[in-house]
């Protein structure tokens, strides 16, 4: 990390969302009351899926595995995001800045391919119900996730060593509030083409290739759907998909958009509020999505409400 001048590079300045310290205290109460709540939220799913013998489902089993992916996504950026509102110096140091990097960038990979696999369990499901039990069984479950999260540690390694290796020539001014690699490597001396090039192939990789076996996914399962005689039952098996497309669009949309459009300086300020929306929104909105609209959830909320009061 050698500069030109052969001093070393060892810190970084966020230079955040805001200069203005009123506008920093309100964002620090917003994004704290968030935080919180993608917590609790999160935490109630995964303790509901463990504790309720009638959620132990695969669905509920990759629920509680997405709920907790968003805890550890979120605890990457969001406490750091909290004491930098507080403070007047943002300063992240080089091992800190590529630990968070590669957590959050490997949590969003889990989950794009975790995403994935429950469209995948909602085909079996629905396609072919009479074979679900002994398709999705529980140790398929168990390899499949293992495999999941194993994957999107290891996708990660060669991007992160990559901005490892960079070099910088002074500039140590992030123009964001987190160390994400585009902005990080913005502020790079040399040449920083082979790094691009392999960001954008692993970031195209795991948003199109997961979103195209989605939407090849729900499409087979659109015309099971449409050949079940009854009115209730073709309702009844598309508000089993609606709340995974939900999640699905919000998670992939803001993603794409910042991760395959092309950047420059002039757009940084909206590059940092659509990361704001899918670092915080996707985390929030999980839980809650599935939550309401699943009374299996709601009737093991009860239980636990109850049994606390």
Known sequence: MAENNGSVVTEFIFLGLTDNREIQL????????IYLMIISGNFLIVLVAVTDLALHYPMYFFLAN???LDIIYSTSIIPRMLRDFLSSRKVISLPECVVQMYISLAMGEVECILLAVMAYDRFVAICHPLHYTTIIRRSVCIRIATGTWICG???TIPSVVAVWRVDFCGNNKINHFECEIPEFISIACGNTALIQLLNFTIGT???ILPVAFIIMTYVR????VLRIASS???KKAFSTCTSHIMVVTIFYGLPMFSYL?????SDASTVKIYTVFYTTLTPLFNPIIYTLRNNEVKTALRKITQKVS
Not at 26 to 33: D, N, Q, R, S
Not at 261 to 265: A, E, G, I, T
């Open 232 to 234: 209730d039952g073709r």
């Open 66 to 68: 997405l709920s907790s």
């Open 261 to 265: 459009k092309p950047r420059s300086r």
């Open 205 to 207: 990789t795991l948003l």
């Open 221 to 224: 399962i659109l015309r099971s």
């Open 153 to 155: 540690f290891l996708l």
């Open 26 to 33: 309100i964002l620090f109460v917003l994004f704290l009351i």
